[in-house]
């Protein structure tokens, strides 16, 4: 086997096998003939064996060569040659030499040694991958290695965009980009391999019986040529082409098995990294659309949701009382604290009180306080809430679970501003903004007795209503990225976004539970997902639970139904008007109101 020996000032010659048509010789570690020595550029000269004769060529041409010592940049050499490669002597013998080989060729033959050295350049790419670089910087890290373990000239890896291709790296094999890269490749043999999706190598493309009526591959004179798809999961996404135009007969059927695996690996890798990519474009973008889209802490875009918006920035200048009302879930309270930041007491204190959370023996006590030995237990004179939240907003969640005992106080209290402690004569006087806040229907519940007309006119002076998250259309979409971000980084910073079906999914969903239950599904899912994408069946939103489709009958029906109850409720109960308004018969709206605890007997007409 021909091969190099290195004459060494110390120690035994080393010898170098050459068993390739190109051979490199370099400092870098991915020369085939690698040497270690400062007078030597990383990628220094080159042995091509064109199938009858070996020549040397220049690389670097800073470089220095000489043959038999005489300064040359490329000639013919035979055996017993004499090379200085910049202060290197070698020696090339055309026959075996018999001797150790330093190169990764071992005994069992070449074409072990170029599959061992192929997947050695293999994993030094993934090594070298897994150091955390950015996208063009790995693409430019695993052209390098194509070329490396091919021992072509040049490289070029090319995407497909919007059915378009587009050059993405140009490399020579010294590692430097290729200016006017789309000048230097065939656009018949790209063509081919994109249309058949097929692998190919091209061993002289100009008597080549498919391409050498090519333009492209005449007017560029092209040699020896290899591409190879890059296919994830049926999706072609682009392809690695490799040439040398010096060489003929290059590339062999185990080169390109070697470039089948480097392009099957860049793949999976490109699929990540523009994943990646598009996560942080997605991220960005995000951030954008939330700092366009806020308002404070909320999040949303729905007119119905813009429009509360809107009032909120009129009213929150003032000390008038608002009622907001809406699902559980919507975030009423986030809208009322959004009131408190607007208003000129923002810097006092935002107080908020559970009217549903706290027992009714207790309620008094905690919104006006007590004073020492009011009661067993009462230890100590404590101030309540009100006094608390003088200079500032007082915040009455639940307002609809207040007993009514205590709304005829609580009614005293707003309208003097003057509160007494339990176990106290002594009033004392408060300076608060009150904002209440419930998910009943309280225009029902004074009907029912048990809400006071006079406490409701009192807070709900202005009224904001938050729409379902159903209502609001692509928010739940917004919302779903935003609270992502803002618990991923804290629970799991592997996970980066959601699946396009899990948008899917989460658009389509109901969300009974409004913003609140949305939030915690995505918590869940984040600390249970092992995946860098969020699916549908991490969030649960499995097919079973979308609500059913219903027949359209039985949709007019409950649209119907609605209406009716609405315009009854306009019309505080009175069937005989309701029906008169909505131009039916009577009886029409006794139909829809059976089964309801007040339906009317038949053949009454319910109150005029």
């Given at each position: 086997?021909?091969?190099?020996?290195?004459?060494?000032p110390e120690?035994r010659?080393?010898?170098?096998?050459?068993?390739?048509?190109?051979?490199s010789?370099?400092?870098?570690?991915?020369?085939?003939?690698?040497?270690?020595?400062?007078?030597?550029?990383?990628?220094?000269?080159q042995?091509?064996?064109?199938?009858?004769?070996?020549?040397?060529?220049?690389?670097?041409?800073?470089?220095?060569?000489?043959?038999?010592?005489?300064?040359?940049?490329?000639?013919?050499?035979?055996?017993?040659?004499?090379?200085?490669?910049?202060?290197?002597?070698?020696?090339f013998?055309?026959?075996d030499?018999?001797?150790?080989?330093?190169s990764?060729a071992?005994d069992?033959?070449?074409?072990?040694?170029?599959?061992?050295?192929?997947?050695?350049?293999?994993?030094?790419?993934?090594?070298?991958?897994?150091?955390?670089?950015?996208?063009?910087?790995?693409l430019?890290l695993?052209?390098?290695?194509?070329?490396?373990?091919?021992?072509?000239?040049?490289?070029?890896?090319?995407?497909?965009?919007n059915g378009e291709?587009?050059?993405?790296?140009?490399?020579?094999?010294?590692?430097?980009?290729?200016?006017?890269?789309?000048?230097?490749?065939?656009?018949s043999?790209?063509?081919?391999?994109?249309?058949?999706?097929?692998?190919?190598?091209?061993?002289?493309?100009?008597?080549?019986?498919?391409?050498?009526?090519?333009?492209?591959?005449?007017?560029?004179?092209?040699?020896?040529?290899?591409?190879?798809?890059l296919?994830?999961?049926?999706?072609?996404?682009g392809?690695i082409?490799?040439g040398?135009?010096?060489?003929?007969?290059?590339?062999e059927?185990?080169?390109?098995?070697?470039?089948?695996?480097?392009a099957?690996?860049?793949?999976?890798?490109?699929?990540?990294?523009?994943?990646?990519?598009q996560?942080?474009?997605?991220?960005?973008?995000?951030?954008?659309q939330?700092?366009?889209?806020?308002?404070?802490?909320?999040?949303?875009?729905?007119?119905?949701?813009?429009?509360?918006?809107?009032?909120?920035?009129?009213?929150?200048?003032?000390?008038?009382?608002v009622?907001?009302?809406?699902e559980?879930?919507?975030?009423?309270?986030l809208?009322?604290?959004e009131?408190?930041?607007?208003?000129?007491?923002?810097?006092?204190?935002?107080?908020?009180?559970?009217?549903?959370?706290i027992?009714e023996?207790?309620?008094?006590?905690?919104?006006?306080?007590?004073?020492?030995?009011?009661?067993?237990?009462?230890?100590?004179?404590?101030?309540?809430k009100?006094?608390?939240a003088?200079?500032?907003?007082?915040?009455l969640?639940?307002?609809g679970?207040?007993?009514?005992?205590?709304?005829?106080k609580?009614?005293?209290?707003?309208?003097?501003?003057?509160v007494?402690?339990?176990?106290?004569?002594?009033?004392?006087?408060?300076?608060?903004?009150v904002?209440a806040?419930?998910?009943?229907?309280?225009?029902?519940e004074?009907?029912?007795?048990?809400?006071?007309?006079?406490?409701?006119?009192?807070?709900?002076?202005?009224?904001?209503?938050?729409?379902?998250?159903?209502?609001?259309?692509?928010?739940v979409?917004?919302?779903?990225?935003?609270?992502l971000?803002?618990?991923?980084?804290?629970?799991?910073?592997r996970?980066?976004?959601?699946?396009?079906n899990?948008?899917?999914?989460?658009?389509?969903?109901?969300?009974?539970?409004?913003?609140?239950?949305?939030?915690?599904?995505?918590?869940k899912?984040?600390?249970?997902?092992?995946?860098?994408?969020?699916?549908?069946?991490?969030?649960?939103?499995?097919p079973?639970?979308?609500?059913?489709?219903?027949s359209?009958?039985?949709?007019?029906?409950?649209?119907?139904?609605?209406?009716?109850?609405?315009?009854?409720d306009?019309?505080?109960?009175?069937?005989?008007?309701?029906?008169?308004?909505l131009?039916?018969?009577?009886?029409?709206i006794?139909?829809?109101?059976?089964?309801?605890?007040?339906?009317?007997?038949?053949?009454?007409?319910?109150?005029?």
């Amino acid at each position: 086997m021909p091969s190099l020996k290195w004459i060494r000032p110390e120690g035994r010659p080393r010898v170098f096998s050459i068993f390739k048509k190109l051979t490199s010789i370099g400092r870098a570690g991915a020369n085939d003939v690698q040497i270690d020595h400062r007078s030597l550029a990383d990628h220094h000269a080159q042995i091509v064996f064109d199938g009858r004769e070996f020549n040397l060529n220049e690389v670097d041409p800073d470089g220095e060569l000489l043959i038999n010592g005489k300064k040359k940049r490329r000639c013919r050499i035979q055996h017993a040659d004499r090379l200085t490669v910049g202060e290197v002597e070698l020696v090339f013998s055309a026959f075996d030499e018999g001797d150790g080989r330093a190169s990764s060729a071992d005994d069992d033959g070449d074409e072990t040694a170029a599959d061992v050295t192929g997947l050695r350049k293999l994993h030094e790419l993934s090594l070298r991958l897994m150091q955390g670089r950015t996208m063009g910087e790995q693409l430019e890290l695993l052209m390098d290695a194509v070329i490396d373990a091919t021992s072509a000239a040049k490289g070029f890896l090319v995407l497909l965009e919007n059915g378009e291709t587009k050059i993405t790296v140009a490399r020579h094999l010294s590692g430097r980009p290729l200016p006017e890269a789309d000048q230097l490749l065939s656009d018949s043999i790209v063509k081919r391999v994109l249309e058949t999706r097929q692998p190919l190598i091209v061993s002289d493309a100009s008597n080549d019986t498919l391409f050498r009526g090519s333009a492209s591959v005449m007017n560029l004179q092209v040699a020896s040529v290899m591409c190879a798809p890059l296919l994830v999961q049926g999706q072609l996404l682009g392809l690695i082409y490799v040439g040398n135009d010096t060489v003929r007969g290059l590339f062999e059927e185990r080169t390109l098995d070697v470039m089948t695996i480097f392009a099957s690996q860049a793949s999976l890798l490109l699929q990540n990294a523009m994943l990646l990519d598009q996560l942080r474009t997605d991220r960005d973008q995000l951030s954008r659309q939330l700092d366009e889209k806020s308002f404070g802490d909320i999040v949303g875009t729905s007119p119905s949701l813009v429009e509360v918006f809107r009032k909120v920035e009129r009213v929150a200048g003032t000390d008038i009382s608002v009622l907001i009302t809406g699902e559980t879930g919507t975030g009423k309270e986030l809208i009322a604290r959004e009131l408190h930041r607007r208003s000129a007491r923002r810097q006092g204190p935002f107080v908020v009180v559970n009217c549903g959370a706290i027992p009714e023996n207790l309620m008094e006590s905690e919104l006006f306080g007590h004073a020492r030995g009011a009661f067993t237990g009462a230890v100590a004179t404590r101030q309540g809430k009100f006094q608390a939240a003088s200079g500032g907003t007082l915040f009455l969640d639940e307002i609809g679970e207040m007993q009514m005992s205590l709304q005829v106080k609580l009614l005293r209290a707003l309208q003097e501003k003057i509160v007494m402690k339990v176990g106290e004569n002594r009033a004392e006087r408060v300076d608060i903004r009150v904002v209440a806040a419930t998910h009943r229907h309280l225009e029902e519940e004074i009907r029912k007795g048990g809400f006071r007309e006079d406490l409701y006119y009192r807070l709900n002076v202005v009224n904001l209503h938050l729409p379902a998250l159903r209502e609001r259309g692509d928010d739940v979409v917004l919302l779903s990225k935003f609270l992502l971000q803002k618990h991923a980084e804290e629970l799991n910073p592997r996970v980066k976004g959601f699946t396009p079906n899990a948008l899917i999914a989460v658009r389509k969903y109901d969300w009974p539970g409004n913003v609140r239950q949305l939030e915690n599904r995505i918590k869940k899912a984040v600390v249970l997902c092992d995946k860098t994408l969020i699916g549908p069946e991490d969030l649960d939103l499995f097919p079973e639970a979308l609500a059913p489709i219903m027949s359209l009958t039985q949709a007019r029906e409950d649209f119907q139904r609605r209406y009716i109850l609405e315009v009854l409720d306009r019309n505080n109960g009175n069937r005989t008007k309701t029906a008169r308004d909505l131009g039916v018969d009577p009886r029409t709206i006794f139909r829809y109101l059976e089964g309801m605890p007040d339906a009317p007997e038949p053949g009454t007409t319910g109150s005029e």
